[in-house]
């Protein structure tokens, strides 16, 4: 590997730590957001919303530890990759749903 590869790769590393803090953040809001009181249980939207939200922070906590636990972000700049986008999509879901709740909270 070229010095110029590695480089770009503990680039890609620093990228996709950062992504995790900036999950562990955004899950810990939507935790918060879900605890807080739910004035109208009846609306649809807001139900399937919530649901939605709850489904998805069980899942990216688990991936989340799957990812640290089994050490993905290895030398394939492939999983790298793919690990990265699929972070930043995954945080951008989040946040849409938690709009989406706090929008059905009105």
Same mark, same amino acid.
């Given at each position: 590997?070229?010095?110029?590869?590695?480089?770009?790769?503990?680039?890609?590393?620093?990228?996709?730590?950062?992504?995790?803090?900036?999950?562990?953040?955004?899950?810990?809001?939507?935790?918060?957001?879900?605890?807080?009181?739910?004035?109208?249980?009846?609306?649809?939207?807001?139900?399937?919303?919530?649901?939605?939200?709850?489904?998805?922070?069980?899942?990216?906590?688990?991936?989340?530890?799957?990812?640290?636990?089994?050490?993905? &972000?290895?030398?394939?700049?492939?999983? &790298?990759?793919?690990?990265?986008?699929?972070?930043?999509?995954? &945080?951008?879901?989040?946040?849409?749903?938690?709009?989406?709740?706090?929008?059905?909270?009105?």
């Amino acid at each position: 590997m070229s010095t110029q590869e590695i480089v770009y790769h503990q680039q890609k590393i620093d990228q996709i730590v950062r992504k995790l803090v900036d999950l562990d953040l955004e899950l810990e809001n939507v935790r918060e957001t879900l605890q807080e009181p739910y004035p109208n249980p009846g609306d649809p939207v807001a139900d399937q919303t919530r649901k939605n939200c709850e489904r998805l922070v069980e899942f990216l906590w688990a991936f989340r530890r799957n990812l640290l636990n089994q050490k993905i &972000i290895s030398e394939h700049m492939v999983e &790298i990759l793919e690990v990265d986008y699929h972070l930043e999509s995954e &945080i951008a879901g989040l946040q849409l749903e938690r709009q989406i709740l706090r929008d059905h909270r009105c």
